[in-house]
């Protein structure tokens, strides 16, 4: 089992609540709910997310999905940056936020030309529907004998 106080690939950002190393999918959210909940006044408990029946355990997982999928289009240090940028901003979904987010992505990039996450190589995307069968696979036996 791994320290949670050792910074691993994936457990990369430290959270602002627990001191933990996390995702980067968490340690958006948190700092997303933190805003929140300052804004309401409401003080958090230690690992929220975990208490069965707490509000803000549903809200966390509900945001959690929305940091999901803006991290599919853009990089997690560009998210971040955004979020300091807009310390107002409690959801990735607000127009200016996504603008500002879509800036740093390319401010980003400009500085290293070789990460770009929205390139995919279709090469390496797999159909995984067509490889389950017997037929599917007997045509992807046949695809790489002809290459």
């Not at 980003?108 to 599917?136: A, C, H, M, W, Y």
Request: aromatic share 8%; glycine share 2%.
């Amino acid at each position: 089992m791994r320290n949670r106080k050792q910074q691993t690939e994936k457990m990369s950002y430290k959270s602002p609540s627990t001191g933990d190393f996390v995702t980067g999918y968490q340690y958006i959210t948190e700092i997303l709910i933190k805003r929140e909940a300052d804004r309401e006044k409401v003080i958090l408990p230690q690992r929220y997310w975990n208490i069965k029946g707490n509000p803000w355990a549903k809200k966390f997982s509900l945001r959690i999905i929305d940091v999901c999928k803006i991290c599919e289009k853009y990089s997690f240090q560009a998210v971040v940056k955004a979020l300091e940028k807009e310390q107002w901003a409690f959801s990735l979904k607000s127009k200016q936020v996504l603008q500002t987010i879509q800036e740093e992505q390319k401010r980003l990039d400009s500085l290293n030309p070789t990460f770009n996450q929205n390139v995919e190589d279709p090469n390496l995307i797999i159909n995984k529907s067509k490889n389950r069968s017997l037929l599917g696979k007997i045509k992807n036996v046949d695809k790489k004998t002809d290459n």
